[in-house]
């Protein structure tokens, strides 16, 4: 069977991105502007109730809070992957258009580096003004409530944590984006050898194996992931659940090209296949 990806990248671009772009740039923007006014909040927060005997609790909450955006990031694409595609019609949604991005992105996979910083993070940036937005006014309301009393180490720990979270989640896309450029600039590269960003090495290797290593804010947890066996635990557990195992649908070639033409139909996108024969527009 021909591959799919017969297409000259830039038409593939042109014709896909016109959905992959389910946001305009002023609503993501906006969506930032209001994360990081939850994001000051927060810190005005812990600036104020933290003492120098709590104060050990803020850089350990961060530590909690890379591993758990890490985590959170490897959760979400486990699920869009797999079984998020099952669903075309929720690509066509306002709101939804990550669901597409993800379909469309094993099958091209350098697709990600035509998107601009809006385009690519819209979907993080969405997500996480809300869930920071409700972070920094439940702890407004509590502090409200309880008159502005003393917080505990594990207060300050949860919401520096939760912080961290997500604002790197809602970055989460652009470290993807970093992950799969050769030459991503210098202070990321600098990152990404401390650990604390995805690197290239690391996330091919779920681009060769796609059953694997589906964390990419950092990447740090894939080797524990993947020596608990907890991706096939996942699947295992679903696969009961739903009586299909999607994960084994996956790697198959032929079902994956045929999801791409369902997905291009539900689109109304001109088939990849094609335009590579026929050579339209
Ligand atoms: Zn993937
Ligand atoms: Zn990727």
Redesign the pocket.
Known sequence: MSSVDVTPRSEITNKRGAYLIGYSKGFAKTCLAVHVAAQLTACALLWYHTNLSTVYAIPLGWIAGVLLADFASGMAHFHLDNYGFIDYVTAKMPGLPFIAQYVA??DF?DL?LSYDYWTTNSDGLYATCITMTLTSLACLFYDIHNGFSEWSAFMIFALSSLQMMFFMNSQTNQF?YW??QLNPPIFVRWLQKAGILLTFEE?RR??IDPKTCYC?SSGILNPFLEKIGWWGFLNTVFTAIIGEDKIKQQSNAEFRVERVKQWERELGVVSATSLGSKKTQ
């Open positions: 992105h094993h996979p990600i993807h992950s799969h996330h779920h681009h990419i």
